[in-house]
Structures are given as C-alpha cells and as structure tokens.
C-alpha cells in the first residue's frame, strides 16, 4: 500500500508542473493496459487549477485512455499467447506484476465477456473496475474491434467528462465528494443505464 500511495503522490506531483497536460495523456494512455492508477486524480488535480479547461482535460484524457485500450487489446491479441492455450512470458509477466490481474480474474473476464459483449467492456471503461483487465482480455479471446472501439470511447468519454463537468460546475467544493462519492455514482450511472437498455431490450 505504501508503495501504490508513492505512486499515487508522484502521479499528482505532475499537476505543480507545466507538463500537467503531457502527464495526464502518458498516464491516461498506460492506465489503459498496465499502469496500475487511473488517471481520475490527475485530471481533476488539472481541471481544479483551470477550471475553462476541464473539458479540454477530459478530451485529451479520452483520447490518451482509447488509444491505450487499443494497445491492450493488441498485447492480447497478438502477444499474450506462446501457443493453444498457454500464456507467453508477456502474459506470465502482467500476472506476476501487475496489481490484481490474476488467472482467475482473467478467466471470469472471459466469461463476462461470452455473455455479456459491448456491456462488459462498457462497463469496466466507465466504473471503477480495472479497464487494463478488460482491454487486454478483449484482445486474447479476440472479441469484436468495432464493438470493443465504441464501447471504449462511449465509456471512457463518459467517465472523464463527467468529472469535467463536475469541476466546471461546481469548482474546488465538490472535489472532496467526487473523491468519496464518484465510484458508487459510476456504478450506479452504469447499473441504470445497461439497464434500460436490457429493459428496451426484452420489452420491445
């Protein structure tokens, strides 16, 4: 923990700097398929000292954090396995090091996925749960590139720019809600929204 509390702080150091912007897109970009913090912190760090240009923040963000989903979606694609079924050493490398991604995580991802499609990418890129998990797993069981590419920038678009317009709206006094709150209200946004499309789904 004291390790990821390092990072974390490092990572928020770069908002002091005037290579914020430059930052906010490697870190948006790496969160996406390795690095283990997400770039939520940085951006609202960024908007909180330039609130008009939140929405640019988030834009950048977007971009970074798609472009990234790509590459994760091309390390399981095209490197994660060294034969049928076996992991390659690139595999066994992000299992031993990566925070959280396991075999088993992996697997159960794999079965999100031959369920649920777009939905679960949709909803790993807009909730708290780790993108870089998804992406990659996209990629191994070859899941669609078109459906994965627009659910990722639906997703990331919409979490990134609604912390954008929460910093724009409401300034420096919302900044501690969204550090306790965001995550339950991600989830929450996501929950009602596959749901309503579920609902259309069986309904019409």
């Known amino acids: 923990m004291a390790f990821m509390r390092k990072i974390y702080d490092w990572v928020l150091h ?46 950048l963000c977007t971009v970074a954090s798609v472009l990234g989903a790509l590459l994760g979606y091309g390390i399981g694609h095209f490197v994660w396995w060294s034969g049928e079924n076996e992991f390659s050493n690139v595999a066994n490398f992000f299992f031993s090091n990566i925070p959280g991604f396991t075999h088993e995580l992996f697997y159960k991802v794999k079965a999100l996925y031959d369920e649920w499609n777009f939905w679960i990418v949709f909803t790993a890129g807009f909730t708290p749960i780790p993108y870089k998990v998804f992406t990659i ?25 609604l912390v954008a317009f929460l910093i724009w709206k409401f300034g420096p006094q919302i900044k501690n809600f969204i550090d306790k709150y965001f995550n339950w209200l991600a989830i929450a946004f996501t929950v009602l929204l596959v749901g309503g499309f579920v609902g259309i789904k069986y309904l019409f």
């Open 14 to 59: 770069w908002a002091e700097t005037p290579y914020g912007p430059i930052a906010l897109f490697i870190l948006a970009f790496a969160e996406s398929s390795f690095f283990p913090i997400p770039p939520d912190a940085l951006l609202i760090a960024l908007a909180l000292g330039a609130r008009k240009k939140s929405f640019s923040f988030a834009t």
């Open 137 to 161: 797993t996209g990629g191994a069981f070859s899941i669609n590139l078109f459906l994965f590419l627009i659910a990722s920038v639906v997703s990331r678009a919409g979490r990134f720019f």
